[in-house]
């Protein structure tokens, strides 16, 4: 069956670091992935779209990569804020399209001052 | 624009009881969506609809109704609340320009939490 990983665990970042996430898929051939943000009692919100065909692609401090030989996508957040402290999700097309999304159970960031 | 929208907030439900779940999107978006959270969990898909009067089941569709009467609104209906519907629901919507449906960017409403005892 088809699956997302995200890390479970919350990871904790000081703040001016790099915070890396990692979202790992099996049994997708997915044209696109997704990032979005999650704060506590909120609706998640887009952050970044990558195709299949691109490797890399970067949003001011945001940069995600997709790697679809490692079945793995890293969104990095650079100079991390306290600010950036959320629930990051990724997303992938549902096989067979209809624009339907399955999304991973996201990771936590917590960026320390 | 407002975006989404989705009333109530939150509600308590007892066994058994019914209520609908509102969402309205001033976009003019073609394609709507509704989801379930649970702590812990990813989001789960339980209807869409790729533009009014058409609407299909998701990931978990049981114990839950949807309706697409207009392109604006998109109601999800619990008819015999269980506490498994216990959850964060939100409705979320976006536009494609292909029927196919090309991956766009989904906007989500603020969530309703339910609890149902």
């Not at chain 1, 887009?46 to 997709?66: A, G, M, P, S, Y």
């Not at chain 1, 959320?86 to 991973?104: D, I, S, W």
């Not at chain 2, 439900?13 to 379930?36: A, E, F, P, V």
Request: glycine fraction near 8%; charge should be positive; proline fraction near 4%.
């Amino acid at each position: 069956s088809q699956k997302i990983e995200q890390n479970s665990e919350a990871l904790n970042i000081q703040e001016g670091k790099t915070a890396t996430l990692t979202c790992n898929y099996t049994n997708y051939s997915p044209a696109y992935l997704q990032w979005y943000r999650q704060d506590p009692g909120r609706g998640p919100v887009f952050l970044l779209l990558i195709r299949e065909n691109e490797k890399e692609k970067r949003k001011e401090r945001l940069k995600v990569t997709f790697d679809t030989t490692l079945k793995q996508s890293l969104f990095h957040i650079t100079a991390s804020q306290p600010a950036d402290s959320a629930t990051y999700l990724c997303a992938l097309e549902v096989t067979g399209g209809g624009n339907k999304l399955t999304f991973g159970t996201g990771t936590q960031l917590k960026v320390e001052l | 624009n407002a975006g989404v929208t989705q009333t109530p907030k939150f509600r308590i439900l007892k066994i058994g009881q019914s209520m609908t779940l509102q969402c309205t999107q001033d976009m003019n978006h073609n394609y709507m969506y509704w989801y379930r959270q649970d702590p812990g969990m990813g989001l789960k898909l339980i209807y869409y609809s790729v533009g009014a009067g058409i609407t299909d089941k998701g990931e978990v569709p049981n114990g839950y109704n949807v309706s697409r009467s207009t392109t604006e609104d998109f109601p999800l209906r619990l008819e015999l609340a269980a506490p498994s519907q216990t959850s964060v629901y939100f409705c979320a919507s976006s536009y494609s320009r292909t029927s196919g449906g090309s991956q766009e960017t989904q906007y989500f409403g603020p969530g309703t939490r339910l609890l149902v005892l």
